[in-house]
């Protein structure tokens, strides 16, 4: 799917990951499921472009439904997987830390679960090796990513800001639509670590000139940062009410 010239969703709303186009190739943010590579490859085959072209993954967070199809391009091709160096280890299959218990509805869950299950979920391979990143490197990729620590959903979390396409990729860090819930608008995510730590690394962001502020789950906010960490603090006020 397309949301910009240079920029291609893979997945849904439910979950996604985003596609970096260049000349001198792209860069794959998140992978998702392992299901998902079927539709990496029906993207590219769309565009016309091999997966080679492919020269870097970057990972927002190590969970189980980010790193999807990571360790199958990188044992496959040799493309390198960048990572908070913090979520290393649970990218490398780590257990991570329970966390409180959400709110949740039937219909949403069914829907979450179905669709990861579908996405094959449970086949997701750990990473044998990654490359850690830290707050603000540029790494060589196309689109020239740069990494902005975002705490708080997981230890290693972070943005990965593409001015080449003007956008920052946010993860786990918040969502547009809760996977548990169904209720859509910028809001805190589920499965969050440390709620606290990610309310507050979202201040990361206010200076950063995008047009999208994409997340891992829910449709990309087409807007300013301060407009979606406004309705973000609106939605964090009502739920604490």
């Known amino acids: 799917m397309e949301l910009a010239p240079q920029l291609r969703r893979i997945g849904n709303d439910i979950i996604a990951a985003h596609l970096i186009l260049g000349d001198e190739g792209m860069t794959l943010v998140d992978t998702g499921l392992p299901g998902h590579y079927r539709d990496l490859m029906r993207e590219l085959n769309d ?107 997981s230890p290693g979390s972070v943005a990965v800001h593409v001015p ?17 819930t169904g209720v859509e608008g910028p809001q805190p995510a589920p499965f969050t670590d440390d709620q606290a730590g990610s309310s507050a690394s979202l201040d990361r962001l206010a200076d950063l000139d995008v047009d999208w502020v994409i997340p891992g789950h829910g449709a990309p906010w087409h807007g300013s940062t301060s407009s979606l960490i406004a309705a973000y603090r609106s939605a964090e006020g009502r739920s604490a009410d």
Do not use: C, N, W
């Not at 967070?61 to 960048?82: K, N």
């Open 47 to 153: 565009l016309g472009r091999p997966v080679s072209d492919i020269k870097g993954i970057v990972l927002t967070h190590g969970d189980s439904d980010h790193i999807g199809f990571a360790q199958r391009l990188r044992s496959e091709l040799g493309i390198p997987v960048y990572i908070g160096a913090e979520d290393a280890a649970r990218a490398k299959g780590a257990k991570p830390p329970a966390t409180p218990k959400d709110p949740r509805r039937i219909g949403p869950v069914v829907r979450f679960f179905a669709y990861a299950i579908a996405k094959g979920g449970f086949r997701t391979r750990p990473l044998q090796e990654v490359t850690p990143v830290q707050d603000g490197d540029v790494l060589p990729l196309p689109g020239s990513p740069r990494i902005v620590a975002m705490p708080g959903h």
């Open 164 to 180: 080449a396409v003007r956008a920052v990729f946010v993860g786990d860090e918040l969502t547009t639509r809760h996977v548990l």
